[in-house]
């Protein structure tokens, strides 16, 4: 029996959404890197952090010139790199704090520069990172620092059913922007852009998005020859499922934390850190706090208030328990 013509164009018009369905799949975006086995000895240096799967990455290291009452682990965001905590140092230093920071894969000056690595690996190299500084430091307290993608890397690694043992974790602007607090076009555009050009780079520049009151911290950002200036498609698609799953552990992350957000942030929109926030298990514990910051912007440790921050990031410290990061 025939089909009537205007069944037989439903058919023909399913099959070709079947088609491109299958096309774009077979495109979808390629990740390098993935996570290896893991070595049995990885290490840190003056200026290499040797990873689980012996991947090196630049690391630095600021110690205060006298006694150490705690350590700061700062994870930088999309595009950044380790340097992006260089203008905090002294302050956290002459608060006898040591500050660690390192290259994220894909980023600054790590082999795989951007290209994105899978989400599991950036963890697995936080979770290694946090093991190695205790072990160079095993009587002292740990905090995390993570700033915006760095806040989501660690939520994700700190909300895993075996975590690293830290004293504390400060989420700086944590990208949390899971998808479904998202426009549907957005959603779309960027899958449909991930699944046929991945490789397809784009800039922030016709946005006009402010990141920060510092211009001239801006200004200095962009001659930086280390800090990424466009990204590819496949990347921002990847920080998508990074930043979804991020929000959705709110329930499973359970570690002493302070989220800290800037009002006049254009980067990370407020509806998903506040829900976020709200989630959190220990909130109503006061072990999980937030501070507004009503002339913030993203860049909080680099704005132009940046020392308020500073001073709160030290004072949350100062109020968790002395005791050393647990084993």
């Known amino acids: ?18 088609g491109i369905v299958c096309f774009l799949t077979a495109c979808s ?5 993935l996570p290896g086995p893991v070595v049995s000895s990885p290490s840190i240096s003056e200026h290499i952090f040797t990873s689980y799967d012996n991947t090196e990455l630049p690391m630095k290291v600021w110690l205060p010139s006298h006694k150490i009452d705690g350590v700061i682990i700062a994870v930088h965001g ?34 795989t520069r951007s ?20 072990e160079t430091h095993p009587h002292l307290p740990i905090y995390i620092l993570g700033d915006s993608m760095g806040g989501a890397v660690t939520i994700v690694t700190m909300a895993k059913k075996d975590p690293p ?35 397809k780079k784009v800039s922030g520049e016709s946005l ?11 200004r200095e950002l962009g001659k930086d020859p280390l800090v990424i200036k466009e990204t590819r498609i496949d990347v ?21 934390s302070l989220i800290l957000y800037g009002k ?39 704005d132009l208030q940046s020392e308020i921050v500073m001073k709160d990031i030290v004072a949350w410290i100062r109020d968790q328990p002395v005791v050393p990061s647990p084993a």
């Open 1 to 18: 029996m025939q089909l009537l013509p205007s069944l037989r164009y439903k058919v023909t018009f399913l099959f070709f959404l079947i």
């Open 208 to 218: 006009e998005i402010t990141a920060s009151d510092n211009i001239k911290m801006l």
């Open 165 to 199: 043992k830290i004293n504390g974790a400060i989420l700086i602007a944590p990208a949390v922007w899971a998808r479904s607090e998202m426009p549907f076009y957005q959603r779309w555009l960027l899958w449909i852009a991930a699944h046929t050009v991945p490789w």
């Open 29 to 33: 975006p390629s990740f390098v890197t």
């Open 115 to 134: 290209r994105w690595s899978g989400k599991e690996a950036l963890s697995a190299d936080l979770a290694t990172f946090i093991m190695l500084v205790k």
């Open 264 to 302: 006049k942030d254009e980067i990370i929109p407020e509806t998903p850190v506040f829900e976020f926030y709200k989630r959190l298990p220990l909130r109503g514990q006061g072990k999980q706090q937030m501070i507004l910051y009503e002339n913030g912007y993203h860049m909080l440790l680099r």
């Open 78 to 111: 999309l595009n950044d790199y380790s340097n992006f905590i260089k203008d905090s140092v002294s302050f956290f230093n002459d608060e006898k704090l040591a500050v660690y920071s390192y290259d994220q894969r894909g980023f600054g000056e790590s082999n």
């Open 236 to 256: 921002l698609y990847s920080l998508s499922n990074l930043m979804d799953e991020a929000y959705r552990s709110a329930e499973s992350f359970r570690t002493n």
